[in-house]
């Protein structure tokens, strides 16, 4: 490239040159004491002489994360068509046309069906008002969820290591954001009375995102997105709730992360054995069986028994806690024995003629394909 060069002062350069290398010095050290007797210091956690944030690039998470979740990143307009969401880019559009061009007039149809109106009036032809708070009782759980998940991500993303990590967690954050946003106008054309957090739910939630450092992890991506997980995959089959197996796709990776996270900074034994943390999984994990028995009614009008799916969930959370290593105060088999217990014990005092079950033997995620995404996820053992 031709450019006429201009004339700079020499000796003024070479002082601006010092000059910035002593105040380089200077700050830098000066952070370093202050970050070594934890008084403050470098707040990022960037090494920008490595342009790398601390802890590498980890390619291999990025590569299992942020490029999959592009590959899947899924818009509203398209799998919710009744939304009011404009989300689709104009190819995007052009292709969606296209389709749509190419359907016969009964396929056209059966699609205008779900726009809109059309799509309450569906909800009302399908479900009994009952059904339909009973549903809106149980997305709510995850409606409210999601807000916590936005919080919660957003601050993992600053407690995890490495580029490749940060940019995992940057799509976490992108679609809880999208989860929150899509899910409540899900529910909101349902037309019921929304109810707030439960109380065993608002302590679940609150403690996770109080929680320290990775132990986020545990209260978020193995517990309440384990929950959501569950929640979604019990419930995509039922009409008008198609898109939810977007969300089951989604919130499936965010529980695969701290699997593929932790298997490249592990955590210390102390990390997963110190008696504080292991009560601190616990006292998170146990207003899920009060929560399981105040929500029996809902899962019930949809005819499914709250212990059956609390038991398939309670299987796989505790499965995936473990193979991290988030312990818990006792060793997993009892864990999931005393689970079990305890809802055999509510039934025996509530349920007349009630036999002992193994309720963590049961199954509750319905469709071929969702239940190969949560094998991949939860391992064989699931
Ligand atoms: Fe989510
Ligand atoms: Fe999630």
Excluded at 92 to 110: F, G, T, V, Y
Excluded at 334 to 342: G, S, T
Aim: charged fraction near 25%.
């Amino acid at each position: 490239m031709e450019v006429k060069k201009i004339a700079v002062n020499e000796t003024a350069q070479r002082v601006n040159e010092k000059t910035e290398q002593y105040l380089n010095t200077l700050v830098r050290a000066y952070d370093q004491v202050l970050g070594t007797l934890h008084l403050g210091g470098r707040k990022a956690d960037y090494d920008d002489t490595n342009y790398e944030f601390v802890g590498g690039a980890n390619d291999e998470l990025r590569k299992k994360h942020y490029d999959k979740s592009l590959r899947l990143l899924w818009k509203a307009e398209q799998h919710a068509s009744w939304s009011s969401f404009h989300d689709l880019s104009r190819d995007e559009e052009m292709l969606m046309k296209m389709a749509d061009d190419a359907l016969n007039e009964s396929e056209k149809r059966e699609v205008e069906r779900i726009k809109t109106a059309e799509f309450k009036a569906l909800l009302d032809r399908e479900y009994t008002p009952a059904q339909k708070q009973a549903i809106v009782n149980i997305l709510s759980l995850i409606g409210h969820g999601e807000a916590y998940a936005w919080l919660v991500s957003n601050e993992v993303l600053r407690d995890v290591k490495s580029t490749g990590a940060k940019a995992a967690l940057t799509m976490q954050v992108l679609e809880e954001a999208k989860h929150f946003v899509v899910l409540r106008e899900l529910i909101m054309a349902f037309g019921m009375e929304i109810p707030r957090l439960p109380v065993y739910e608002y302590v679940m939630l609150e403690g996770t995102l109080k929680a320290k450092g990775l132990e986020k992890f545990f209260g978020m991506n193995v517990l309440v997105e384990g929950i959501a997980l569950s929640i979604f995959g019990a419930l995509s089959k039922y009409p008008g709730l198609e898109v939810l197996q977007m969300f089951h796709l989604d919130e499936s990776r965010h529980c695969a992360l701290p699997t593929n996270y932790l298997k490249t900074q592990p955590l210390t034994w102390w990390e997963k054995n110190n008696p504080a943390s292991m009560v601190k999984r616990f006292m998170m994990v146990l207003p899920a069986i009060p929560l399981a028995m105040k929500m029996e009614k809902d899962f019930a009008e949809l005819g499914i028994d709250v212990f059956e799916f609390g038991g398939s969930l309670v299987r796989k959370v505790i499965n995936l806690a473990y193979r991290v290593g988030f312990h818990l105060p006792l060793p997993q088999e009892n864990m999931k024995a005393f689970v079990n217990y305890m809802f055999n014990a509510y039934c025996s005092a509530t349920r007349e003629g009630h036999n002992f079950r193994e309720f963590l033997d049961a199954e509750s995620t319905l469709g071929e394909a969702e239940l190969a995404v949560e094998r991949e996820v939860f391992g064989i053992a699931s």
